[in-house]
């Protein structure tokens, strides 16, 4: 049974042989999404539609034609208006109500490209745990049946009782079942990225990047101050909130007079004539259209600087919640790499040179089942680990600042 256990190379291994296939970097994939993915499309045609409103708040008002018969059918007043907001400051103040949506539009833009990022990173990671786990399954399937081949042998020559046989064949269909599983998994999850890059779910492709452990020291002294300076979703609340101010003053604007110039062609039945004059042109009187706007755009503005406090209130507690999941994600791997690891080296050789007579197949099985079990966990505690990170950067706008120790 010794010599059983070392044949099989009982480890923790990952390298496994890939079919032919796609090879995707996390980069790649990256560029792939910002490139194609209809969020930062649809992103992208906000800014364009927010821009255009720019060119049209600075544009002046168009001019009006009006054609009035007055009495028989050769009379007709032919009449030229031009409108003008220069002494309201209506235009000025609309422009810059446009400019800052538009701002606001393209810190929209910057946030959807830092969430797909985010999203994307996540999937990725995601797609290479799925598939460390696969690997891990399937060297354990093999172990499973090798095992239970030898049992089938070993009883054939009646060395062993039946038991022995009938115990290995329910560890290899356990061993299969939980590889169907991983597959699956894997499959999923590959489809989930490939739907963030814009691509047919069926995509067959193999992580070029590897899953590793990187101990990375952060500067986690003013995380929250960073992420309220360069949040997009911040900036974008700003803006917002600018751009109410402008539309307020914009609607009490209305009960300004305003120049108006007219070209007026008159011919009546026995006179005809042109006259060119300017003139004020202003509201005799408000019905409580004028007085209805002002109280709603000082609403909307008074939502829009609600909405950029509880913004930033939401971004602080992203930057503490995302701090957190950190330093329990490294404390995780750690532990697996300074205690459980240690363990399951020292059990590894125990089995390999401790028990020449008294390994028994319970014994074989569950270190069998003890190796796999730690690698698959702490596949998944890396896992944990890069998602941690990458939540943290996101929640911070950012890459994250080195430490002090770090950069020296």
């Known amino acids: 049974m010794l010599r059983l256990i070392c044949g099989m190379g009982l480890c923790l291994g990952w390298t496994t042989a890939v079919a032919a296939q796609e090879r995707l970097s996390l980069e790649q994939a990256l560029q792939l999404a910002l490139r194609n993915n209809p969020r930062i499309t649809a992103a992208r045609q906000r800014v364009a539609a927010a821009q255009g409103r720019v ?91 090798r095992l239970h081949e030898t049992a089938q042998k070993q009883f054939d020559a009646g060395d062993v009782p039946r038991a022995h046989v009938i115990r290995t064949r329910i560890e290899l269909a356990s061993a299969e079942q939980e590889l169907t599983a991983a597959r699956a998994m894997t499959d999923m999850r590959r489809a989930a990225l490939n739907t963030l890059l814009a691509r047919a779910p069926h995509t067959l492709a193999a992580p070029a990047d590897d899953l590793t452990y990187t101990p990375r020291e952060v500067d986690v002294s003013d995380l929250i101050g960073i992420a309220l300076a360069q949040r997009p979703e911040i900036q974008a609340a700003q803006f917002n909130a600018q751009s ?84 329990a994600a490294r404390e995780q791997v750690e532990i697996y790499t300074k205690r459980i690891s240690p363990d399951v080296e020292e059990l590894m050789k125990m089995m390999q040179a401790g028990y020449p007579e008294g390994v028994t197949l319970l014994e074989v099985i569950d270190a069998q089942r003890t190796l796999t079990t730690t690698g698959i966990q702490f596949v998944r505690a890396v896992a944990e680990h890069q998602r941690a990170l990458t939540e943290l950067e996101r929640a911070i706008g950012g890459t994250l600042p080195a430490s002090d120790a770090a950069r020296r």
């Open 244 to 327: 109410g101010e402008f539309i307020v003053q914009f609607a009490r604007a209305q009960r300004r007079p305003d120049l108006l110039f007219e070209w007026r062609s008159v011919r009546l039945t026995r006179h005809e004539g042109r006259a060119v004059g300017v003139g004020l042109s202003f509201p005799l009187l408000d019905f409580g259209r004028i007085r209805g706007e002002v109280r709603a755009a000082a609403a909307e503005a008074a939502a829009r600087r609600a909405l950029l406090v509880q913004v930033q209130q939401t971004v602080a507690l992203e930057v503490e919640a995302a701090l957190r999941r950190l330093r």
């Open 55 to 145: 060119d049209s708040a600075r544009s002046h008002p168009n001019p009006e034609l009006q054609l009035i018969p007055a009495g028989k059918i050769d009379d007709a007043q032919l009449v030229l208006f031009q409108p003008t907001e220069l002494l309201s400051g209506r235009r000025t103040l609309r422009h810059r109500a446009a400019r800052a949506e538009a701002a606001a539009a393209e810190a929209d833009l910057h946030a959807e490209m830092l969430a797909l990022t985010f999203d994307v990173t996540t999937a990725y990671v995601a797609w290479q745990e799925a598939v460390k786990v696969q690997q891990l399954t399937e060297k354990s399937v093999a172990l499973a049946r």
